[in-house]
């Protein structure tokens, strides 16, 4: 019997939905298990010396938060997601655990469930949520309870400029202010509101005008990221719908017509940015896993 985990990649926030928001999109984390009932836990993967190969990595340490006397797995880690830019990484990882202890613990556990127990290991919805589920997904955590609605995101080419360094979501949330006026409160809030019902109507234009007017995370995180507003004013100058920091950053989402796109790498080549430009499109399924 095989057993493959598959796990997309998400982008969080999109502009006013701190910690509500989130997009699957089709970069993937997967999982493969190569030998069952091993006496210790190995992760082959080549992700960096960082990432540990033993019951330290965090695909094993969230299956075993799930099930702790899970018995140990050989796994082979393959990932196109790039690790601390703000496509999820973290996240992948924590959904595939929860899959991976999921399906060897045989707990049957729900996406729903699935949602709630990676909510609870991430601390926050908008990645593990979208990565689960696919597609656009609005979610929140309440009195202990995840809500949350899939929802799908218009029809539009997404293209991630992905910077050559690290941003650590912990760092990237020490910028934050403790306090928010309660005007700036009210208006982030009404913001984020209609943000929701352009994403529903598809209505693309005012999408990304709501997009581009948060006022929670992304003023407070540009300085952490020289080359977001630039990307911005350069996406207004071709005709971009919006430009939003992706998760914790530093990838930065620009929204645009598919015969736009070369337009707009050629100018942000040109003042410069000469990282990664990656075209994604929208995941509509989430994480799936596969059984032969
Ligand atoms: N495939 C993986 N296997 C094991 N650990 C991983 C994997 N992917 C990510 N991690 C862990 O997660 C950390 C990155 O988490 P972090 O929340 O800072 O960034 P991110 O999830 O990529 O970005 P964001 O949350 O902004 O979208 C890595 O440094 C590593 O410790
Ligand atoms: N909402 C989270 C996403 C990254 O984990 C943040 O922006 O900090």
Sequence with gaps: MSVKIIVPATSANIGPGFDSLGLAVTSYLTVTVVEENVDAWYVDHNLGEKIPHDEENLIVKTALELVPDLQPLTVKVESDIPL?????SS???IVAGLMLANHFGNL???KQELVQRATEIEGHPDNVAPAILGDFV???????EIMYEKISFPDVSLLAYIPDYWLATKKSRGVLPANLDFKDAVRANAIGNALVAKI???NKKDMGKLMEADLLHEPYRDKLVPHFLKLRYLGHEVGAFATYLSGAGPTTMTLIEKDKIDEFIKVAQESGLNDEYRLLEV???????EVE
């Design 283 to 289: 995941d509509r399924n989430g994480a799936r896993i």
């Design 91 to 93: 996240s992948s990882a």
């Design 200 to 202: 529903v109507s598809g």
């Design 108 to 110: 049957n556990l729900s």
């Design 138 to 144: 609005v979610a929140t955590y309440l009195d202990g």
């Design 84 to 88: 601390t830019r703000g496509l999820g």
